[in-house]
């Protein structure tokens, strides 16, 4: 069964990186814990990476919903 459609707002950023990382990304991707491709995975690692930071309060916690600015 696929997953449903992302309902979540998405950007594009795009990253250069070695040809290394990139293998490590794909060879991730292989055994479909991270995600399906390269890039999925490093969205994953990226979110997780991040959601760590904001445990150990190294890094903000957005607003949600969002703060409405004037």
Same mark, same amino acid.
């Given at each position: 069964m696929p997953r449903p459609k992302n309902t979540? &707002?998405?950007v594009q950023i795009t990253i250069s990186t070695?040809?290394?990382?990139?293998? $490590? $990304? &794909?060879e991730l991707s292989r055994t479909g814990f991270f995600g399906k491709n390269a890039a999925d995975t490093a969205h994953s690692l990226l979110k997780e990476k991040i959601r760590e930071l904001q445990k150990d309060g190294q890094?903000?916690?957005?607003?949600?919903p969002p703060r409405k600015t004037e």
């Open positions: 979540t &707002e998405t070695t040809p290394q990382v990139k293998e $490590l $990304l &794909e890094a903000p916690t957005p607003d949600f």
